[in-house]
């Protein structure tokens, strides 16, 4: 489940301190105007919602059953920079992580996914994309199981702007999905891995 480091408890706590209405905890949803990203809201608890996070009997943060799988293994975070302060996603690496995806560059692109024999799935991510972190890890696990049948690889778009700007990422996490040579499919955003599966094996 998410782990959340002292710091950002910490600001959890500060920010509910201010509410009149002790019952309310911060809730992490999706955004309703982008809804492959995440945002805090104040909420009330629900029966059948998982508490990642309480202090001293007072709920702090809260998971609906809808989100919760896409925050496994994932670390939250408050962090203070000149530019702005606020929550973060991460992921947290697995013990014995056994992905794998290829890490791509405008360099060897071409070489990489547009000549491969197999089908071949591009993420276009970022460090700094927490709806990219959520989903990595969906992409590790199938490029282990689809290992010699299908290739997982990812471009990191703040590197590789050549490669970004050729296909037009406006949005990210965005996926492509290569066969022959041709692009034939896209998904946009974080979705479940039963949508992953499906274009995947639709393309073997």
Request: charged fraction near 30%; charge should be negative.
């Amino acid at each position: 489940m998410l782990t959340v480091t002292a710091s950002a408890k910490e600001k959890l706590k500060e920010a509910l301190q201010e509410q009149a209405d002790t019952q309310m905890a911060i809730r992490i949803i999706p955004s309703p105007s982008k809804p492959d990203q995440l945002q805090l809201a104040l909420d009330k608890p629900k029966e059948e919602d998982q508490v990642v996070e309480s202090d001293d009997a007072k709920k702090l943060l809260l998971v609906g059953p809808d989100v919760a799988p896409a925050l496994e293994g994932m670390r939250m975070d408050y962090q203070e920079t000149p530019q702005g302060s606020g929550f973060t996603m991460s992921r947290l690496a697995p013990e014995g992580n056994a992905s794998k995806v290829i890490e791509v560059v405008d360099q060897n692109f071409e070489e990489v996914v547009l000549r491969s024999d197999l089908p071949t799935e591009v993420d276009f991510w970022a460090p700094w994309c927490g709806p990219c972190h959520m989903v990595s890890p969906i992409y590790d696990k199938l490029s282990e199981e689809y290992e010699g049948r299908f290739k997982f690889c990812k471009v990191n778009v703040d590197e590789n702007r050549q490669t970004a700007m050729e296909y037009q990422i406006m949005s990210i996490p965005m996926q492509l999905f290569f066969k022959d040579g041709e692009l034939v499919d896209s998904i946009v955003g974080a979705v479940p891995e039963s949508e992953i599966r499906t274009r995947v094996e639709a393309w073997l």
